[in-house]
């Protein structure tokens, strides 16, 4: 096992707080945003957003192994933080384990939000995190489209 740098991302949205928290929070709009790459087939997701809740997200390329994210919420306060425990595995092998802290700050109309993960990879799958850090970057960046949108 190796344990990996913190992963730290700071995002400056134009959207209000309340909005970036919403499309984090509420099922159907994570949805629009948290999709895996356009290669892929479509993902089976699920989310139950509140303490103790679980969300999971199954999918992987056609013909590929399958990717499984798994989350557990750890801590919400609305418009402000959430933080969560996951393991991904890739088919049935459990790749890593992490905990990931959002934090949402008002500045205006918009929104800075702070994203930092503490993660171990396992048995191989240690790469510094810069896959991990790759795809939750590409997932920020459907955030900020999907915010700045007109979604509502």
């Not at 993902?43 to 509140?50: V, W």
Request: overall charge negative.
């Amino acid at each position: 096992m190796s344990a990996t740098r913190p992963l730290c991302s700071k995002r400056r949205y134009k959207a209000k707080a309340e909005r970036v928290y919403r499309a984090l929070s509420e099922p159907g709009a994570k949805a629009q945003w948290f999709t895996p790459p356009e290669t892929w087939g479509k993902d089976e997701q699920t989310m139950d957003f509140r303490i103790g809740g679980v969300e999971t997200s199954i999918g992987g390329p056609i013909g590929g192994p399958v990717h499984a994210f798994r989350a557990v919420y750890q801590d919400i306060v609305p418009n402000e933080r959430i933080v969560y425990s996951y393991f991904m595995t890739l088919d049935d092998v459990r790749i890593s384990v992490s905990v990931s802290t959002f934090e949402l700050v008002a500045d205006g109309d918009h929104t800075v939000l702070k994203m930092t993960e503490m993660g171990a990879y396992l048995d191989g799958f240690d790469d510094g995190g810069r896959l991990r850090e790759d795809g939750t970057n590409g997932l920020l960046d459907n955030l900020g489209r999907f915010v700045e949108g007109d979604w509502e």
